[in-house]
């Protein structure tokens, strides 16, 4: 029987990683990053899958950067998947975008605010790549079984689910870390911890969206604790100069000492289980 992309990552044993930049900026800074992470994961043996937006299709303002091109992001994608031999994932918004993105990376991504979509996530089960769904911000956990479901019922067993915080008013999400569990055994997929955009303070006066780096090892930390599979961080070498949502990046060589510590605590826990 034909392992799929997250029984692979998972068969490698402690939590894998997806990270990258949210969104391609260029050739240079998207191998810039990948090359880094893929030489810290392998030092520190975890699984690594590269991530990048090729498009930015949820902006608060009309003069927010969403991308170099689609078709020249998708072929730097690509080429950071082929040229490193790293699996590379990236988000759809629409159905017909599924096809044409699954030509290019190896998971698609479903966005939390689109996780109830059923024409995007059947077309992305349709294209025969695995699947990574985010739990929408508005959503409980026993919730997510359902998307899941969609996308097992339209062929694809190849799924997981992101948690990236839940709405807390009107400007603040909060993690209930309750969800990883009930997700895993719901769902019967793996579960991914959203470390960086959990910490996003969305739809400020200025129209940009703000965020606490600053608390990203925390998360990370609770995440890898409560028995995460994986764990999701957008990464770039200077967020203060990033073209999407740099308030809410870790820094790139802030990620080996901070994977180090995971890894460590990852190690404790387990040796608990045994």
């Known amino acids: 029987m034909k392992t799929n992309t997250f029984q692979r990552l998972q068969n490698q044993g402690g939590f894998f990683l997806l990270a990258g930049p949210c969104v391609i900026e260029g050739e240079e800074m998207a191998f810039q990053t990948a090359r880094h992470i893929k030489d ?43 040229e490193l ?34 024409d995007l996530l059947i077309a992305a089960a349709h294209t025969g790549k695995a699947v990574n769904i985010k739990k929408g911000q508005f959503l409980a956990p026993e919730s997510m079984r359902f998307a899941v479901d969609k ?18 008013g009107y400007g603040d999400l909060i993690v209930d870390f309750r969800g990883i569990p009930v997700m895993q055994n719901l769902c019967n997929a793996p579960v991914i911890m959203d470390c960086t955009h959990s910490l996003q303070q969305p739809n400020t006066g200025s129209g940009v969206t703000g965020g606490k780096p600053e608390l990203i090892e925390t ?15 957008e990464t770039h070498p200077n967020p203060a100069v990033a073209k999407s949502d740099g308030a809410n990046m870790l820094k790139l060589d802030l990620l080996e000492p901070l994977l180090t510590r995971l890894k460590a605590i990852r190690k404790t826990i387990d040796s608990f289980n045994k």
Do not use: W
């Not at 299709?57 to 950071?80: K, M, P």
């Not at 975008?97 to 698609?108: K, N, S, T």
């Open 151 to 168: 996308v097992r019922e339209s062929g694809c067993n190849d799924v997981a689910v992101t948690d990236r915080g839940t709405c807390f």
């Open 85 to 118: 031999n790293v699996p590379v994932v990236t988000d759809i918004h629409t159905p017909q975008e599924a096809a044409m993105a699954a030509d290019f990376v190896d998971i698609l991504q479903i966005p939390a605010f689109l996780c109830r979509q059923t």
């Open 40 to 82: 810290v994961c392998q030092r520190l043996e975890i699984p690594f899958v590269f991530k990048g937006s090729y498009r930015k299709a949820n902006r608060s303002r009309l003069d927010s950067f969403t991308g170099i091109g689609d078709l020249e992001a998708l072929g730097i994608l690509a080429a950071v998947g082929r």
């Open 219 to 233: 998360i990370a930390r609770a995440a890898v604790a409560t028995g995460a599979d994986g764990l999701f961080m």
